[in-house]
């Protein structure tokens, strides 16, 4: 017999483990500079290396799991989980850090790829919809308990090596729910067959929105992982910062329930890219408390972005089946790891160009932060535009919809 509860519990904490493994990452990058004197664009790749096992473990869990099922795909989480924190520890440099931090990257990729699915499979309709926001609501949850941790730790001078020990307690947790249980089994007829998933992928609804998932992922991602280095000269605390927009995220997904219901998918995602190019915007010219305002906005805006996305394909492409949500989810951390080195590289060119100014210091780091968010309203600002078209192009089809059944 399948525990629903068990099975939803254990699915939310190993996205607890994925959000402690973020923020926690975050609040130590200029520790790991520091220790290891790595340039913002080698940080930048080793954060990448999050970025980059994340999807391969998706697309490949994807492919596998109506062969291989959940069970042995989150096994897989634990294993590469468990190695990911120790080689961290006791990496030693650089290198380390890039496999360690890839192999996280794959147990994260793992999680999204084996819980999305099954959590679709155990619910239907409007209550897939509200179970799946409200599973996505514990990455940002367990980024504010994390980055809280991250800055409780990290004022008190704890070494970066006991914060990274932290991400094991929920590892060995869900480990501990997952163990024994019986998983449930696809719910759409033919979702099984990898050919009936191909075809409802080259539909151009379904490319469309892979398009737009990339920019998607890196709007949210790309801010808040660099936070810490751009906020910290602001007069904000980057890690109080990313608190406020991950609770706010995390309170958002729980209520998205009705929110969706009232707007459709398609509402929510424009909603969403406006307040998201408002708050980057903010973020690149404001500082002192106006920062917290900016991160309001920035919260409201990327909330409800990830669910809806993976919701908008298991509910109008059902037959894309578990590969059609984890290539979506791939592509979005994919992209996320392809900018992370040009963010880098942007912070690093920007710092130069306004020590060339004359500019110094916290005054230097600010300006060069603020350049970079600048150039990051791009991305949601085209999202507002493929959203409108989305909105207009699915209320045109259930019209016509409409008109055939009659």
């Given at each position: 017999?399948?525990?629903?509860?068990?099975?939803?519990n254990?699915?939310?904490?190993?996205?607890?483990?994925?959000?402690?493994?973020?923020?926690?990452?975050?609040?130590?990058?200029?520790?790991?500079?520091t220790?290891?004197?790595?340039t913002?664009?080698?940080?930048?790749?080793?954060?990448?290396?999050?970025?980059?096992?994340f999807?391969?473990?998706?697309?490949?869990?994807?492919?596998?799991?109506?062969?291989?099922g959940?069970?042995?795909?989150?096994m897989?989480a634990?294993?590469?989980?468990?190695?990911?924190?120790?080689?961290?520890?006791?990496?030693?440099?650089?290198?380390?850090l890039?496999?360690?931090?890839?192999?996280i990257?794959?147990?994260?990729?793992c999680?999204?790829?084996?819980?999305n699915?099954?959590?679709?499979?155990?619910?239907?309709?409007?209550?897939?919809s509200?179970?799946?926001?409200?599973?996505?609501?514990?990455?940002?949850?367990?980024?504010?308990?994390?980055?809280?941790?991250s800055?409780?730790?990290?004022d008190?001078?704890?070494?970066?090596?006991?914060?990274?020990?932290?991400?094991?307690?929920?590892?060995l947790?869900?480990?501990?729910?997952?163990?024994g249980q019986?998983?449930?089994?696809?719910?759409?007829?033919?979702?099984?067959?990898?050919?009936?998933?191909?075809?409802?992928?080259?539909?151009?609804?379904?490319?469309?929105?892979?398009?737009?998932?990339?920019?998607?992922?890196?709007t949210?991602?790309?801010?808040?992982?660099w936070?810490?280095l751009?906020?910290s000269?602001?007069?904000?605390?980057?890690?109080l910062?990313?608190?406020?927009?991950?609770?706010?995220?995390?309170?958002?997904?729980?209520?998205?329930?009705?929110?969706?219901?009232?707007?459709?998918?398609?509402?929510?995602?424009?909603?969403?890219?406006?307040?998201?190019?408002?708050?980057?915007?903010?973020?690149?010219?404001q500082?002192?408390s106006?920062?917290?305002?900016?991160?309001?906005?920035?919260?409201?805006g990327?909330?409800?972005?990830?669910?809806?996305?993976?919701?908008f394909?298991?509910?109008?492409?059902?037959?894309?089946g578990?590969?059609?949500?984890?290539?979506?989810?791939?592509?979005?951390?994919?992209?996320?790891?392809?900018?992370?080195?040009?963010?880098?590289?942007?912070?690093?060119?920007?710092?130069?160009?306004?020590?060339?100014?004359?500019?110094?210091g916290?005054?230097?780091?600010?300006?060069?932060?603020?350049a970079?968010l600048?150039?990051?309203?791009?991305?949601?600002?085209i999202?507002?535009?493929?959203?409108?078209i989305?909105?207009?192009?699915?209320?045109?089809?259930?019209?016509?919809?409409?008109?055939?059944?009659h």
């Open positions: 017999m399948i525990n629903k509860t068990r099975l939803f254990g699915s939310c904490f190993a996205l607890i483990t994925t959000a402690f493994s973020f923020s926690i990452r975050a609040g130590i990058l200029a520790q790991l500079g220790e290891f004197n790595l913002a664009e080698q940080l930048g790749f080793i954060n990448s290396m999050w970025f980059l096992g999807p391969l473990a998706m697309i490949i869990g994807g492919l596998v799991y109506h062969t291989v959940p069970k042995k795909i989150m897989i634990f294993v590469s989980h468990a190695l990911g924190i120790l080689l961290t520890i006791y990496s030693g440099g650089y290198i380390g890039l496999v360690s931090t890839f192999l990257g794959l147990g994260n990729g999680t999204e790829a084996a819980c699915p099954m959590i679709a499979d155990t619910y239907s309709g409007a209550e897939m509200k179970m799946l926001n409200r599973f996505h609501m514990w990455f940002p949850g367990g980024i504010v308990v994390g980055s809280l941790i800055k409780f730790m990290t008190a001078n704890t070494g970066w090596q006991a914060q990274i020990w932290l991400i094991m307690v929920p590892t947790i869900y480990a501990y729910l997952f163990w019986t998983f449930p089994k696809p719910k759409t007829e033919g979702v099984t067959s990898l050919g009936e998933n191909l075809k409802a992928m080259v539909t151009p609804l379904y490319i469309f929105m892979f398009c737009c998932m990339a920019i998607t992922a890196i949210e991602f790309g801010p808040q992982q936070t810490g751009i906020m000269k602001s007069g904000a605390s980057p890690m910062i990313l608190a406020l927009v991950t609770g706010l995220m995390a309170v958002i997904r729980y209520f998205a329930g009705p929110i969706v219901a009232k707007f459709d998918q398609t509402g929510v995602l424009l909603g969403s890219a406006v307040f998201a190019t408002i708050g980057i915007y903010l973020f690149s010219t500082t002192g106006m920062a917290y305002v900016a991160a309001i906005f920035f919260a409201l990327v909330a409800l972005f990830w669910p809806n996305m993976i919701g394909i298991a509910e109008k492409v059902p037959l894309s578990a590969l059609g949500m984890s290539i979506l989810g791939g592509v979005g951390m994919f992209s996320t790891s392809i900018f992370q080195p040009f963010i880098g590289q942007w912070i690093d060119s920007a710092r130069a160009e306004k020590t060339a100014m004359g500019l110094t916290d005054e230097m780091e600010l300006a060069a932060g603020q970079t600048s150039t990051m309203v791009l991305f949601p600002a999202l507002i535009v493929a959203f409108t989305l909105f207009f192009w699915m209320r045109n089809s259930k019209a016509t919809t409409t008109t055939a059944a």
